[in-house]
């Protein structure tokens, strides 16, 4: 049986977004045209208009459905984490691997760059920001509600994961080490491992073990 047509223009807007993120990531906002996007979408330039009459309202509506991804990704790693500890590893792995991939985090630090000149943009893009991460926020606090962590910081967590590894993907994009990414990687996989152990304790009516420091002078192991 054939598409209707509700299918088949939910087919175009797909390709039409795909190919618009995939642009911005590779040439940047202001080089992008809307020929090449229909082009790289395979799309009329007539479905294009018919869709799309303004270049910002695509960009935006291209956007704004990455970042709603990656924020229903972060629920549902965030959900699988809060029912097992031994899932870090994995959620700090997918994170990386699914959430902040390189393609979407060029888009958005090049949409975010554009938008310094440009009021419109600007004004559209802080709204669909606000939105992503009021999202964290909800997640931190709802996912994490029996955690034996603290409002604070739930929001902490999440807060610290995701911008430790949007901010490690930057520094992939402008000088790749293999190496440091690992490190890094573990680095935040260890302290993930900490805060729950923390929460878990507090829950099970165990008290922090305070931070033992080495004496001053010392190395340290």
Known sequence: MGRSQQERSASTIARLKRATVALIAERGYASVTMSEI?????????ALLHHYPLKIDLIIDAAEEVWREAAAEVRRLSEELSRSAGYVDAFVDRMWERVFREEAVKMSLDLMSAAQADGDL??????????????YDEIADQVFAGSGLSRGERATLVSF??????????????????????????ELKAHLRSSLARGAGRREGRPDRPRIEPPQGSAGP
């Open 38 to 46: 229909a082009r790289r979408a395979e799309v009329s330039r007539g």
């Open 122 to 135: 600007r004004t559209r893009l802080d709204a669909a920001l606000r939105q992503l991460f009021d999202s």
């Open 161 to 186: 994961a995701t911008c430790a590894i949007r901010g490690l993907r930057v520094r992939n994009i402008m000088a790749p080490s293999p190496g440091m990414t690992q490190a890094v990687l573990g």
